[in-house]
């Protein structure tokens, strides 16, 4: 017991001694800090503005290549081949029951010429060809009226999107340059995507909501 507390009272001798004792190794002087200098790890403090910006528009940017948006009507009532299309019976003798007439609203392009009679597949009424839309701003609460530039998406499937159908729920891209929306960046924005929110066969018109 003797001999512990010695040894006790000898190390911590040895180590006060050695901490008043001046280190004789050899340290790299510091360089002569500047005034207002600021440490590494603090450098990009004053970027976080404009970085939380970049990962917001990277954020934006995953979620429309995924598809995904924030769309005010997520649930759509599918509508039925029979209540798409109508049967048009063609030919000599009316056998022929190949052709089909649209009875919803379509959007074609500016620049669309029908093909002939013969060929002629999907019969797209001209009636009932649209090319501007009430579009609401949900944020700004304005309604404007856009001009149409395509058909993005229609939840009853590809086929009615690639015809240009436009029903309750279909996402379609509507030209908001007059609107003067302008990115992060400072670009003008040009299109944006919108989603149908009323019937548009039934109205006579077609409103729509901006996805933002």
């Not at 017991?1 to 340290?27: D, F, G, P, V």
């Not at 004053?46 to 429309?64: C, D, P």
């Not at 029979?82 to 063609?90: A, L, P, Q, T, Y």
Request: charged share 30%; net charge positive; aromatic share 6%.
């Amino acid at each position: 017991m003797i001999a512990k507390k010695n040894y006790a009272e000898k190390a911590l001798m040895k180590k006060t001694l050695a901490m008043h004792e001046e280190s004789s190794t050899r340290r790299k002087v510091d360089d002569e800090v500047q005034d207002g200098a600021i440490p590494a790890y603090l450098m990009d403090r004053e970027n976080t503005t404009r970085a939380k910006v970049l990962s917001n528009t990277i954020k934006q940017k995953r979620k429309e290549k995924a598809g995904k948006w924030e769309v005010p009507i997520p649930k759509v009532r599918p509508v039925a081949e029979d209540e798409m299309f109508k049967v048009i019976r063609s030919g000599k003798r009316k056998t022929k029951q190949w052709k089909r007439m649209v009875t919803k609203c379509t959007f074609v392009g500016p620049g669309f010429t029908r093909k002939p009679p013969k060929y002629e597949r999907f019969i797209r009424p001209s009636g009932l060809r649209f090319t501007k839309a009430h579009v609401t701003h949900p944020e700004l609460k304005c309604t404007f009226n856009l001009d149409i530039i395509g058909v993005k998406k229609n939840p009853n499937g590809p086929m009615y999107t690639s015809l240009g159908v436009m029903t309750k729920g279909t996402i379609i891209e509507v030209n908001v340059s007059e609107l003067g929306l302008v990115t992060p960046a400072g670009k003008v924005v040009w299109g944006k995507y919108a989603q149908v929110t009323n019937n548009p066969e039934n109205d006579g018109c077609i409103n729509a909501v901006l996805l933002v």
